[in-house]
């Protein structure tokens, strides 16, 4: 057994203290044994006992490079994670492309690897995943060795418990048992997580998250999705299904969604309702950099369809922020670079549709990059094993 | 000082452990200390440390009935509360009577007293509150030395931190100092908490949440609101505010809520509003009784008005669980009493709104006394006590 599969092993036998030392560590550190037991309310032998063998298994180090002279093992000495010690795989599904990238404990990227899909094809994507996953092997060289679990993520329906990718109106996937497949494949612990979901942890272990007690993630661009952390976790559902912000029945019944039902907020705010709605005024099939062109450019019709999508996403905010009244809203996804065109009515719909204190809940923007992405699939492999969980 | 006094500064003093095994003995007992050690990830002799006092201070007990003649402290014996060791007040506000009940420990309710307001003045409220408490004390005799803690309870965006109704629709107010008013007039420690979280908290604690991984109450009525319990907690809000079901944008525009928002649920589905949209189909002032007989019988006009409200209700609760997911939803409020006249369109349009597994999440109806929701006044203040909150 090599030293990461060792480490891994520790941490898969870890007790519930034991890993909320370790997850304390990880998200917070460099972090003293002290800071620890307040934060996670064990007492300070109980936290001394559980650092020793992740220090043992080169998990954690109190050698920071400002204390090599000092005393190792004082309890004031602060303690941090190897990042090194571990090596995860993360990779997002996009129904035309797949981006793969390998990171250290703290989602540092290590090697990265993006490449085309020509449909979405089961078939034909999981031999891109595997495709994917032997270039990043390559590029990892030695530290390859140390990679210790893979996290793919797909937008939709998906119950991380069993694999299952249950219903994805971008793939055109139903009742897809995802993660055997590729756990065959890849021969490696495979997690399949909802994409928004990941990247909700990802921004809570190693984001913008860390120390924020509540915030949400909303998602523009082809799909509307979030992501909600409360109560000191992502909210996963009880059937594996939430955030679905996209499917909030906020618009007229006349608008059908791609997922079949009617009012979604998607049918209306998601990139190919745009695109089609200006097609249709202009008469034509317009493409969505031809949109947004004219949209810029101050066309009415395409004014008035950033407008309308505009208000719906700020209508659909204002719900999720009445409902679970985060500190903060961020927004992200690939409409974010044209912010400028939703900016004005979004703000506007959510100012006038939040109720009371809630509004107080900040709105900012952050562009992921699809790097991002595939950093929160890995962000949910390192989850899984820190906190032992499914 | 008393023995209930000690009683309640040993748990103010308490370690995050300790408060934590102390939650585990009030919700989950009679508990063996390993079952403890399992649920709060604590080591068994930690445990143990933390019960110890607990039993000095005559908060717990290992002599329970069964096993008088067995040996006490050890670990496989279960743990319970003294149910009486302490008192707590609840008091439900409503827009035309205050609702008070004394509970022990475990929200047994031990006495209660009712009363009208004759309006929701200020002055008015706190002194029928002020009289109330006075009714419980006389009826509790001795046991009044017990009680540690007031919890109130009002509709409306309430700041428990600070104890300020910020506003409160139903009672009219804004930005009312309730708890700095109350802890003077009551010469007590006064929580005030939004009606419907409390109710939650109650549930969750005492009621049909425990054992639950999470779940929403949703109450119709005069008032239409939610809690959701999530990750292990009711959902608070950053600033105080969240479950506002009853304020999300679901209707059309030209509905002018009593919050001053337009296409609130609580606009079509409140008590008012259906009773406002009836009388104005028959081209008279109807009272609720007279609206609901129509109804009943038959009346287009008053069985259409509820086919909206139902449609619009079960609109939101897709919302809520397209959102956060929960196991199950449980529909109380008062106007849970005449559930036939909602119950085909609202799960009808729930079920055509809810996403994915999502969908899987029940619906059942419990119909809440108003004394429930003082209980649920109470369990907050018993839950702040035991969790060391605010």
């Given at each position: 057994m090599n030293e990461a599969a060792a480490a891994v092993s520790l941490l898969r036998g870890a007790s519930a203290a034991a890993a909320e030392v370790f997850k304390s560590i990880l998200t917070r550190g460099p972090i003293t044994r002290i800071d620890i037991a307040r934060l996670t309310g064990l007492s300070q032998a109980a936290v001394t006992k559980a650092v020793a063998p992740l220090i043992g298994a080169g998990l954690v180090s109190d050698q920071l490079e400002s204390q090599r002279d000092g005393q190792p093992g004082r309890p004031a000495n602060p303690v941090m994670v190897v990042p090194d010690a571990l090596v995860f795989v993360g990779i997002k599904v996009n129904a035309d492309e797949i981006v793969g990238v390998a990171t250290d404990l703290t989602t540092s990227i290590l090697a990265s690897d993006r490449r085309p899909l020509r449909s979405t094809n089961l078939d034909i994507v999981v031999d891109a995943i595997e495709a994917t996953g032997t270039t990043l092997v390559d590029l990892l060289g030695v530290r390859a060795e140390r990679i210790c679990a893979v996290g793919v993520t797909v937008s939709g329906d998906v119950d991380a418990h069993s694999g299952?990718?249950?219903?994805?109106a971008i793939m055109g996937w139903t009742d897809v048992p995802l993660g055997k497949i590729l756990t065959g494949r890849l021969d490696r612990d495979v997690l399949v997580e909802n994409d928004v979901r990941a990247l909700t942890i990802g921004e809570h272990w190693f984001g913008v998250?860390?120390?924020?007690a509540s915030f949400a993630i909303v998602t523009i661009g082809r799909g509307i999705g979030s992501g909600i952390h409360v109560n000191g976790a992502v909210v996963e559902g009880a059937y594996g299904v939430a955030g679905e912000i996209g499917h909030l029945p906020l618009t007229s019944p006349d608008r059908i969604c791609p997922c079949g039902r009617r009012g979604c907020v998607e049918a209306v705010a998601g990139t190919p309702a745009i695109v089609a709605e200006v097609s249709r005024g202009h008469g034509k099939d317009l493409s969505i950099d031809e949109v947004l062109d004219l949209a810029h450019r101050g066309d009415p019709i395409a004014v008035r369809t950033f407008e309308q999508a505009a208000t719906v996403i700020g209508t659909a905010i204002a719900t999720l922020v009445n409902l679970a009244g985060p500190e903060l809203v961020i927004i992200g996804g690939e409409a974010v670079s044209d912010f400028d065109l939703f900016e004005e009515h979004l703000r506007a719909a959510y100012a006038e549709h939040a109720f009371g204190a809630a509004s107080r809940c900040r709105i900012v923007t952050r562009p992921h990059t699809f790097e991002d992405w595939a950093r929160g699939a890995a962000a949910s492999a390192i989850r899984r094993l820190a906190e032992n969980r499914i």
């Open positions: 299952i990718v249950r219903e994805s998250g860390v120390g924020t």
